[in-house]
């Protein structure tokens, strides 16, 4: 039982560069998260999904999009990397019917 | 609106003693209240939560939480603290039943001592 699977663990981008992260999870649940964590900010929500083909922003969505094609899988794409994208990113799942998110391990992004 | 306040960026506990991680927070309506412990390098873990039943909640590997209504609190407590205690220990407030939109407190490093 795999859980909450991100990858990749580590990525050096340069500015402007795009790239996604991805995020799967097995555990067939509809709801999908992705937060930011930064030094001394606890985690930020930039977007969300209750299903798949339903998506919503959260409190810092501005640089990435998503999309929920499958139940499964939930990416996070950069179109243009910036500096103040350097963070640290994790992607959470959990099921409808249970107020309790799971976390995956993380990927830590560097923007140079 | 709601917001979580971890009261301790750092505490510093000798292994065997007593830990006391505290939270308050602010809310418009019922919450649910949680604790999440982070490893270096590793995802978060749910160690606790609270969801209008008993006040006083139970979690894994010794750790409890008081929620106080009256004082807007809910401290993170273990009799005796252990070496692989050591981690950060986030607070979340949740607004409501289903609602993706958690708030994260700004996280407790906790350092055991031998």
């Known amino acids: 039982n795999a859980g909450v699977t991100q990858t990749p663990k580590f990525q050096v981008l340069k500015t402007g560069q795009s790239m996604t992260l991805q995020c799967a999870q097995d555990m067939n649940h509809e709801y999908m998260s992705w937060y930011r964590q930064d030094p001394g900010m606890g985690l930020r929500l930039i977007h969300y999904s209750v299903g798949a083909g339903i998506t919503d922003q959260g409190e810092v969505p501005n640089g990435y999009n998503v999309s929920r094609s499958t139940t499964e899988d939930f990416p996070l794409r950069l179109l243009s990397a910036a500096p103040s994208q350097t963070s640290v990113y994790f992607c959470?799942?959990?099921?409808?019917?249970?107020?309790?998110?799971?976390f995956g391990a993380g990927t830590r992004l560097s923007v140079l | 609106a709601q917001s979580v306040t971890q009261l301790d960026s750092h505490v510093s506990v000798s292994e065997g003693t007593p830990v006391l991680l505290r939270c308050n927070y602010s809310s418009s309506y019922s919450p649910s209240l949680f604790w999440y412990v982070q490893h270096p390098n590793k995802g978060l873990q749910l160690l606790l939560k609270y969801t209008s039943a008993a006040t006083l909640v139970k979690g894994i590997n010794g750790f409890e939480a008081e929620f106080k209504k009256s004082e807007t609190s809910f401290h993170l407590t273990k009799p005796s603290a252990h070496m692989s205690d050591a981690a950060e220990y986030f607070c979340v407030v949740s607004p409501n039943f289903g609602n993706e939109k958690l708030t994260f407190g700004t996280g407790t490093r906790l350092t055991i001592i031998p």
């Open positions: 959470a799942s959990r099921p409808a019917a249970k107020n309790i998110q799971y």
